[in-house]
């Protein structure tokens, strides 16, 4: 498998996977433009769409592709029922597309019909987990964030993080602030600068370096925990999670 990042609007990835014998999956077309130009220069053929939740910068090119490929399957959430989806799914199921395997996680949080799909070791998760950093709360709560995240955290460490948007930097710099002191979250936020300053992005990343360099999959740790002064048993450590988001709202 061949996986392409197309960059759309101001930080947006649009995801190909393409299976190096002329097709390929398309996942959030926010616009159509760049994807067909992609299509057509590589000779691709698409035989779904996948979309993970409802907003536009993720969904607004589905029409304009799908008329140039009627047949197509656009795989969604029931929210994306207005918004060109023909086959829903809810988390817990597996699809198959051409041969290749899609489970369906359901990650509710930013949107409460977000989904992901994990067709290892690819994880297509729209905007609920970022390189250093997790999704707005637009619609769900923390507590229900949280459980998304440690759903996801329960993939292998070499899954690949495929999230829709470039805000690594941000992130980084946010955790620098809460610690300061991390060594592994300053050695990244260099390396991820020297990408971005050859106008390379900063993902795909690792679940693996994730587990290190992000805050929301280490609300478990005890600095963490006293940096923001939030004592947490292990029963609710999405109470750690709220007070992060709630800093990185007003960051």
Same mark, same amino acid.
């Given at each position: ?9 101001? *930080? ?14 398309? !996942?959030?077309?926010?616009? @159509?433009?760049? !994807? ?20 536009? *910068?993720?969904?607004?090119? !589905? ?8 047949? $197509?399957?656009? %795989? ?25 395997? %899609? ?20 994880? &297509?998760?729209?905007?609920? $987990? &970022? ?21 996801? @955290? ?14 690594? $930097?941000?992130?980084?710099? &946010? ?33 693996? $370096? ?12 005890? *600095? ?28």
């Amino acid at each position: 498998m061949n996986l392409i990042s197309i960059p759309a609007f101001q *930080d947006n990835y649009i995801w190909l996977l393409d299976n190096q014998q002329g097709h390929c999956v398309i !996942v959030d077309p926010g616009e @159509a433009k760049p !994807v067909l130009d992609v299509l057509a220069r590589q000779q691709l053929i698409p035989d779904a769409i996948l979309l993970t939740h409802h907003h536009r *910068d993720h969904v607004g090119g !589905v029409a304009e592709i799908v008329a140039q490929y009627p047949q $197509l399957a656009v %795989y969604g959430p029931q929210e994306t029922a207005g918004k060109g989806a023909n086959t829903f799914v809810h988390g817990g199921e597996t699809i198959e597309i051409n041969g290749q395997q %899609y489970i369906i996680i359901a990650v509710p949080g930013h949107t409460l019909g977000h989904v992901a799909y994990y067709s290892a070791p690819y994880l &297509f998760c729209g905007d609920t $987990l &970022f390189s250093a950093g997790c999704g707005r709360l637009f619609e769900g709560s923390a507590v229900e964030m949280h459980h998304s995240f440690q759903r996801l @955290a329960q993939l292998p460490d070499d899954t690949l993080i495929c999230c829709a948007h470039e805000y690594t $930097l941000s992130n980084l710099k &946010f955790s620098r602030g809460i610690l300061p002191q991390d060594r592994e979250i300053e050695t990244y936020q260099q390396q991820v600068e020297r990408l971005r300053a050859k106008g390379r992005p900063s993902v795909p990343t690792t679940l693996q $370096l994730e587990r290190k360099i992000n805050l929301f999959l280490r609300c478990h740790d005890i *600095d963490l925990q006293k940096e923001i002064g939030v004592s947490s048993p292990p029963h609710s450590l999405h109470s750690v999670f709220s007070e992060l988001r709630r800093r990185k709202d007003n960051f």
